[in-house]
Structures are given as structure tokens and as C-alpha cells.
């Protein structure tokens, strides 16, 4: 089923979303990384359900137990084993699709595959899945903060509700619940939210990554360029619909002079005048800071009644009860932070061979 990601840091998640437990083993991680239990869970937290009345009324604590792979608080270098377990599984809210195909949702297309499903909740194709991606993803942050790599992550907008560039307020993303960079827009998303449940309805937006502090040179420049890689990553996201980098789908509007980011010299190094191609030229990071969105569907759980068919060929009606999210951007958010980190860190660990110089460095 292709569970696992990555060539040199890789991750394999497992579980289901009314099974036992979810959970994620990682296997490259180099051995003595400080690590424990809390700073996976600082990652889980910013995911699990409950947090606001705009998430699923789902009780979760998302408790992570760490299983094997460290000792004294740092890693060993063999696989990192990482359980959360399930505790509020209701899948009697899920009696009623059984047999009859979600619009929006993998129902119809795992039945073809597969032959049957998992109808209480998706199964691996649910959201829940995303637990061991943030799991691995945060393990990913970990290193890459001692590299002096940081990541900045959050909702660019929700619905129509937009933040431009020039409003970014970093510091203001964990104030509010939404995670967007401005409590100001954060407000009008909000509001826009209630009438979306007013109305049983839902809506989705657009989440932004910015990466800073990563080196000239990561990525190939042919099928396993940077941008190539990370955009494998975010769309393995069930929600994401398109990916964009730098100035995206907007680039096929401007004239080469427009679109060019400009070099000049500064204190001894390559600088660009501007960023419109996202830190990223000919598939390989050029040192400017990496700038990715990905735009989320709507939630295709809604309370509507809803034109569908059932297993058996049968036009019905349906309406889906249960706990759902208006909105799934704010808890995606992490995740695609966490599946940019798996990448990067992948990836930096392939370019250690690029050069004789980097492997005389180390041996």
C-alpha cells in the first residue's frame, strides 16, 4: 500500500482511524540526537482534535509512547518505533455508509481497489492517518533545527479569509486557533467559519511553508529535484489539491523580466533580489528561502443530504453524521510542515555524497 516515504530517512506509518492504535516507525535517523517523548508530542498536540469548536468534538489525547530506537534521551540510530493509541473510536456513527459511497471521500475508489473497506472512518485513508506523518515529521524538525534549518508554517487562508504577505505577523500564528500569521484575519475567518456551520456546510484554504536556513545545492536537477520531491510530499496529503512554490500558478503570467530573481553579491556570497521562484532553481535550493502552499480541499464530511449510490448500484441520499471538521486546514497545518521536514532531511542526507569534499569531511 506504499506506506512508507523516503530513501535515506525513512518513514513507514501504520494503523487506522477506528483500529487500536496509529503509529510510525522511522529508520535512518543518526544516532545522538537529543530526543524524547515531549518533543514528538509538541507536534501531536498541534494536530490532534478538540483544540477549538472549528475541529472534531473527537476526544483524543494523542498520547505518543516512543517503543525503541533511543536511550538516555538520545537516539541510537537504529528504528524509532512510535505508538499512539486510539481512545475514542465511535464507529457506530458510520453505521449508516456501510454500504453506500461518501461524495468526496476514498469509499468508492478502495472498494475497486481492494474489493471491500473500512467503512468506520476511512480507514487508512482517513485523516488519522496524518498521526504517524507528524510523529516522524517532528523527529524530521528535530534535526533540522540543529542545522540551523527552521520552518514557518500556517494558514495562509481559510475560505475567501486571505492574509497577504505584506500582513504576515509570525509571531501571532499560535495565538489564535486558525493558525494564521494575524489575529485580525484570523477574526474574519472565524466568523466565516460559523456560517459554514450555520448552513451544515465546509470550506478549505490555503497552507503556506516557509523554510529558512537551508543550503545552496539540495535536490537533483532531474526526476529527484527538491521541488519535485516536495510536491510528491504535500499532494500524499488526502486533502491537497495543488501545490505551488515561489509565485506559483502566477509565474505563467509574466514576461521573463518579471519573473527572474535578479543575483547580486553581498558580504561574499550569492544573494537574489527577489524570491519569485521559492528558493528553489533547476530542481536544487539556491539558499533564498523555500516558499511552498498547498491549497486544501473543503471537508467533505458535511451534514447535507448529499447525492450518492450504494455498493450495489442504487441512487440514494445520504447525510453523514458524526464529528467533523468544518475545516481541516488549521489541524493540516503541521502536517505539511511535518511532510517538508521528512523531505529536506531525506534529501540532505543524499547530498552528503554529492562531493569528494563532503565525504572527507566525515571519514
Same mark, same amino acid.
Given at each position: +500500500? #506504499? ?13 487506522e ?15 545522538? &540526537? ?7 508530542q509538541a ?24 517503543l525503541? @530506537?533511543?536511550?538516555?534521551? %538520545? ?26 459511497y ?13 474489493g ?7 480507514? %487508512? ?24 534549518? $527552521? ?14 504577505e $505584506? *500582513? ?7 495565538? !489564535?486557533?486558525?493558525? +494564521?500569521?494575524s489575529?485580525? %484575519?484570523?477574526?474574519? =475567518?472565524? =466568523?466565516?467559519?460559523?456560517? +459554514? +456551520? ?5 470550506? @478549505? ?9 537551508l543550503?545552496?545545492?539540495? @535536490?537533483?536537477?532531474v ?15 488526502? =486533502? ?9 500558478? $502566477?509565474?505563467?503570467?509574466?514576461d521573463?523580466?518579471? !519573473?527572474?530573481d535578479?543575483?547580486?553579491? *553581498?558580504?561574499?556570497?550569492? %544573494?537574489?533580489k527577489?524570491n519569485?521562484?521559492? @528558493?528553489? /532553481? ?9 516558499? /511552498? ?12 443530504p ?35 521536514? /521528512?523531505?529536506?532531511?531525506? &534529501? &540532505? /542526507?543524499?547530498n552528503?555524497g #554529492? ?9
Open positions: +500500500m #506504499s506506506s512508507t516515504f523516503g530513501d535515506r530517512f525513512r518513514i513507514t506509518t501504520w494503523g482511524s477506528h483500529g487500536a492504535a496509529i503509529g510510525a516507525v522511522i529508520d535512518g535517523c543518526p544516532a545522538g &540526537l537529543s530526543l524524547d517523548e515531549a518533543d514528538i507536534f501531536l498536540d498541534r494536530r490532534k482534535p478538540g483544540q477549538s469548536r472549528f475541529t472534531t468534538k473527537r476526544q483524543e489525547s494523542d498520547r505518543v509512547e516512543i525503541s @530506537g533511543t536511550f538516555e534521551g %538520545r537516539t541510537t540510530g537504529t528504528p524509532i518505533s512510535l505508538l499512539i493509541r486510539n481512545q475514542d473510536q465511535r464507529s457506530r456513527d458510520y453505521g449508516n455508509i456501510a454500504s453506500v461518501r461524495p468526496g471521500h476514498a469509499d468508492y475508489t478502495y472498494t475497486q481497489k481492494y471491500f473497506r473500512d467503512y468506520r472512518g476511512g480507514g %487508512r485513508s482517513s485523516g488519522r492517518e496524518t498521526i504517524g506523518r507528524v510523529a516522524g515529521g517532528a523527529i524530521a524538525s528535530h534535526i533540522l533545527k540543529e542545522l540551523g534549518i $527552521e520552518l514557518t508554517t500556517f494558514a495562509k487562508a481559510i475560505g475567501p479569509v486571505e492574509v497577504p $505584506e *500582513e504576515y505577523r509570525p509571531e501571532e500564528i499560535f495565538q !489564535n486557533k486558525l493558525y +494564521m500569521p489575529n485580525q %484575519r484570523a477574526a474574519e =475567518a472565524a =466568523a466565516f467559519l460559523e456560517s +459554514m +456551520m450555520k448552513n451544515l456546510d465546509s470550506c @478549505g484554504g490555503v497552507i503556506e511553508c516557509r523554510v529558512t536556513g543550503p545552496a545545492g539540495i @535536490g537533483e536537477p526526476f529527484d529535484k527538491l521541488d519535485a520531491c516536495l510536491a510528491k510530499a504535500i499532494l500524499s496529503i488526502g =486533502a491537497v489539491k495543488a501545490v505551488e512554490f515561489g509565485d506559483g500558478v $502566477e509565474a505563467a503570467r509574466r521573463g523580466s518579471q !519573473n527572474n535578479p543575483f547580486f553579491m *553581498e558580504n561574499g556570497s550569492v %544573494r537574489k527577489t519569485h521562484a521559492g @528558493g528553489v /532553481l533547476g530542481g536544487m535550493s539556491d539558499g533564498d528561502t523555500l516558499i /511552498l502552499r498547498a491549497a486544501v480541499k473543503p471537508t467533505p464530511s458535511i451534514a447535507q448529499q447525492q450518492t449510490v450504494t455498493e450495489n448500484g442504487e441512487d440514494t441520499e445520504l447525510v453523514i453524521h458524526g464529528r467533523h471538521d468544518p475545516v481541516i486546514v488549521p489541524r493540516a497545518v503541521v502536517v505539511v510542515e511535518s511532510m517538508t521536514a /521528512l523531505t529536506l532531511v531525506d &534529501l &540532505l /542526507l543524499l552528503m #554529492s562531493r569528494m569534499e563532503h565525504l572527507k569531511k566525515i571519514y
